[in-house]
């Protein structure tokens, strides 16, 4: 049995799922007694179309320049994780969008420093390679010295040395 729903219904809660509002399936699902199946493909139906018609900069998910992510982490700096949350809502993005965007902000300076850091890490290995050389024949100096030592000790005992 096939359940129909009036497009105005599905247009407001479709509009309720995306963001700003946000609001999760599974509530909607209890509140409207709609099969959390049929909101989800309403959804996910919804996403596509959206990302279709590109909808930036008015708070779709159209890919961004780097400058205006810029001026959005600076603009969410300062704001609490409920502030934030409430930013996300009114523009229309998510808090791990601009979390990540804010991560590569902070990595952007620690680049310069890479090249420095793969220099000294080359040379960390190339001196860690030259002291496992060196024990490695330091080991087997003390194995040759200890077996003479033990070479010694038999001909001194089957020469009957009193030493022995």
């Known amino acids: 049995m096939s359940t129909s729903y009036s497009p105005e219904l599905k247009a407001k809660?479709?509009?309720?799922?995306?963001?700003?509002?946000?609001?999760p399936v599974l509530t909607l699902a209890r509140e409207t007694q709609i099969p959390k199946d049929t909101l989800y493909s309403?959804?996910?139906r919804a996403l596509k179309?959206?990302?279709?018609?590109?909808?930036?900069p008015s708070g779709g998910h159209a890919?961004?320049?780097s400058g205006e992510?810029?001026?959005?982490?600076?603009?969410?700096?300062?704001?609490?994780d409920a502030q934030l949350s409430a930013y996300c809502r009114r523009q229309g993005l998510y808090v791990h969008e601009i979390l990540a965007w804010r991560t590569a902000c902070e990595q952007a300076n620690a680049a310069g420093s890479a090249p420095v850091d793969r220099t000294k890490a080359r040379a960390d290995q190339q001196r860690l390679k030259a002291l496992e050389q060196e024990l490695a024949?330091?080991?087997?100096?003390?194995?040759?010295a200890a077996a003479l030592l033990v070479l010694q000790k038999k001909v001194r005992h089957l020469l009957g040395d009193a030493d022995a």
Do not use: D, Y
Not at 13 to 19: E, G, V
Not at 72 to 79: C, F, G
């Open 13 to 23: 809660l479709i509009a309720k799922m995306l963001p700003p509002q946000s609001v």
């Open 42 to 44: 309403w959804r996910s």
């Open 49 to 56: 179309a959206r990302q279709g018609t590109q909808e930036h």
């Open 63 to 65: 890919e961004r320049s």
């Open 69 to 80: 992510k810029f001026a959005i982490v600076l603009e969410t700096a300062s704001l609490n």
């Open 137 to 144: 024949r330091k080991e087997k100096a003390l194995a040759e």
